[in-house]
């Protein structure tokens, strides 16, 4: 399954609207200037997302998952390796980071990001699209990506596709990067890309 | 007298932030960290305002929410959520809220908010 050029130029101007809110979001917690990237989008085969992700990010790393549900449903992931997940800890508390498994506060603070991000993100999609879209308690794992993404296939007959997105943004200068990635099934994913096509429709 | 809010929020970095900001501002503050132990805080400090998140583990805010409402007509519930969304917004209007605010909240709109709900019960404008 591939996008069409329309269908991606559609998603990449919805996903820098949530990206930038997003972003202002995380400006706002750490009081510093955050500078986004475009954000990229493609679409994967669940078989192939490991090695998609793989690319951008290193294989331990911390995920934020929130499973997100409505007209359009899935999962959505908040990536950053463990250099990044670290710096958001010092940004955020003044303290500095330890080791990222024995570190309470700085999964504390992931899991805050991440819900608050993720929220800003998909909460824009629901906002423009005008659905609603209910989200699970976050849930902060430390692991491989290859277990992350193991682990979101279970009991998930239906997951065929995986929407990656991605877009870098740094923070003071220091290059933290985060990536949002959307799991969805064929008939989420088909809804997405027709409510994208209608809302950008509707701005033109 | 110190007005009292009772700060709901199974995080504790978002109980503490908010908490910092409220007592910088003179409010006394308590805390629980999940729908349950709001519940029974409500009755054991009478909290003249409740700031709730919605997205908990176990009671979600909204069943807080109308719980709190049930057993006190009066009770004064701000939400304080991640979810920018504006029909959540709503949503929480119509399930009689005394306010929104979205996370990360602004320390003056926060304190503006709460002193509206303190005051007069509610603080949409």
């Known amino acids: ?25 995380l400006s706002q917690l750490t009081g510093h200037r955050v500078v986004l990237e475009v954000p990229q ?10 090695s998609a992700l793989r690319s951008l990010v290193s294989d331990e790393v911390a995920s934020v998952h929130q499973i997100f549900s409505g007209p359009v449903a899935g999962d959505a992931l908040l990536i950053l390796d463990y ?12 303290e500095a980071p330890l080791p990222l498994p024995l570190d309470a506060s700085a999964r ?19 906002n423009l699209l005008q659905v609603q879209v209910s989200f699970s308690v976050p849930q902060l794992n430390l692991d491989s990506l290859s277990e992350i993404l193991r682990s979101l296939m279970v009991n998930r007959e239906g997951l065929r596709y995986g929407l990656v997105v991605h877009a870098g943004f740094r923070l003071r200068d220091a290059e933290v990067t985060g990536y949002l990635v959307i799991v969805l099934s064929v008939a989420s994913l088909d809804r997405l890309i027709r409510s994208v096509e209608a809302w950008e429709q509707g701005q033109s | ?45 009478k909290p ?65 908010v709460v002193a509206r709900a303190v005051e007069r019960g509610d603080s949409w404008s």
């Open chain 2, 1 to 45: 007298m110190t007005s009292k809010i009772l700060l709901v929020d199974d995080s504790a970095l978002a109980r503490r932030s908010t908490r910092r900001i409220l007592e910088g501002a003179g409010y006394q503050v308590v805390e629980a960290e999940d729908g349950m132990a709001a519940i029974e805080q409500y009755f054991v400090e």
């Open chain 1, 1 to 25: 399954m591939e996008l069409t050029a329309l269908q991606q130029d559609a998603l990449i101007e919805l996903l820098s609207i949530g990206f930038g809110r997003a972003a202002a979001s």
């Open chain 1, 108 to 126: 504390e603070v992931l899991t805050e990001v991440g819900n608050i991000l993720l929220n800003a993100c998909l909460g824009t999609f629901g």
């Open chain 2, 48 to 112: 003249d305002v409740v700031l709730l998140d919605l997205v908990m583990k176990g009671m979600y805010g909204l069943e807080v929410l109308a719980k709190l409402r049930e057993m006190d007509p009066q009770a004064s519930v701000v939400v304080l959520s991640a979810d920018i969304q504006t029909s959540s917004r709503e949503m929480v209007q119509a399930a009689g809220a005394a306010g929104f605010l979205n996370k990360p909240a602004d320390a003056q709109q926060m304190l503006d």
């Open chain 1, 83 to 94: 250099k990044a997940a670290g710096m958001l800890k010092e940004l955020l508390t003044d």
């Open chain 1, 41 to 50: 989008v493609s679409v994967h085969p669940i078989a192939t997302l490991d």
